[in-house]
């Protein structure tokens, strides 16, 4: 079920960005009287395609291979390698019979598709949802073995600061804007004590190996319901407990209790938990279980499945503060802004050898984990997702690499200068190695991910 679950999520994200992209392009060249031959959502090679309709002058499409699309303008050297036109005389329709100017802004339609799909994402959920704020009041969980935790922050730490700056909620904290700055230092309250932890240069790096970011409020493993007939239940852990230890383990977060439980099928726990004997009107929180609480020892057996029937209470206090809308415009673009900054920033880290390529960059099967684990967390997370994906797909297609677009919009910008045509065959053998390299590329990817599974 995760597989299937995994490969949908991608293919639904790639649908999303692959169809704006290339209407970026598409409507760009419409606007400017170019003839549109083809527009597909997802690839058709050998001629598979799962629908195809042909409306007007152009033939639409979806093709059996969900990991890309294209549009195909008349007059025009892409993927495709189509080198009919060059027989014949230039017609007012095609992409080449068109000044540079408006060429060049077809070329770059789809990367200002992406980032207007990307703008679009975040002003819609800051405008629905409003802008949430979480104390930093809540403490960290910090998990083992993960970038933060090897530079030195632990689970408990309450954060102060980040570069000097005090941070008051953790999305704050969380801002990738961080991620991004030369620096990273934190300033955290450890047992009564003020402690200062700097970050490694290469940390986009090692966040993007690790399966997760790693750093969160914490939330105390507060049950919400036992299910009847389980062996919660059974057992007789009641709703509104705080679980606080297991076989003499201290628990404080649920991913815990989780990872402890879910080990154990088949084999006694020793379970020890608190409950009000009176539970307040209002919210339930754990600093109340631990304050007024009574202690209890229980003994579970989880089931083959490594379940007893248990699930969480949400205590983690989180503020949505709706803005107006055009408060809430401003908020999503600047979170555009600020995603699109840090995406260029470790691009240029990768090229100028600060962050290891190998770990810093994920193909196909790392994009399809990761959509999969933001949609498990909701329709926003994975609308989030999709966001920055597709602001990280418009950095990629501006690199001046022959058949991306920064390749072309380069091409026909130095024809725009010369004042004629590059050479035919030139292009041509251009596009080809631009193509080569892009395939070798994707090779590299599906590699690269199925080693770092």
Known sequence: MELLNTILFFVIAIFILVTAHEFGHFITARIFGMRVDRFFIGFDFWGI?????????????IGAFPIGGYVKIAGMIDESMDTEYVNHEVNPWEFRGKPVWQRLIVLAGGVGMNMVLAATIFVGITAIFGESHTPITTPAFIEQNSPFASI???????????NGHTVRYWEEALDPEHLGSGML?????????????????DILSRLNESKSIGIRPTMPPVIDQVLSGDPASKAGLLPGALITSINGIPVTDWTEVVGIISKSAGRKLSIKWMHLKTAPEGSLNAAMILKNG?????EVVPNQTGKIGISLRQTV?????????????????????????????????????QEDFRKSVGGPIKIARIANQSAEQGPVSFMYFVAVLSISLAVINMLPVPALDGGQFVLNAIEGILRHEIPFEVKMRIQQVGMAILLSLFAWFMINDLLNL
């Open 49 to 61: 395609k799962l629908w195809q309709k042909k409306i007007g002058e152009t033939e639409y499409g």
């Open 152 to 162: 030195g922050l632990r689970s408990g730490d309450r954060l102060l600061a980040i």
């Open 185 to 201: 230092q934190y300033t955290v309250e450890r047992n009564g004590a003020v402690l200062t932890l700097k970050a490694p240069k």
């Open 294 to 298: 009574q202690s209890f020892t229980t």
């Open 317 to 353: 206090e989180t503020d949505r503060i709706m803005l107006p809308f055009p408060q809430a415009v401003r908020s999503g673009l600047q979170q555009t802004w600020k995603t699109t900054a840090l995406t260029v920033q470790g691009f240029a880290k990768i090229f100028t050898g």
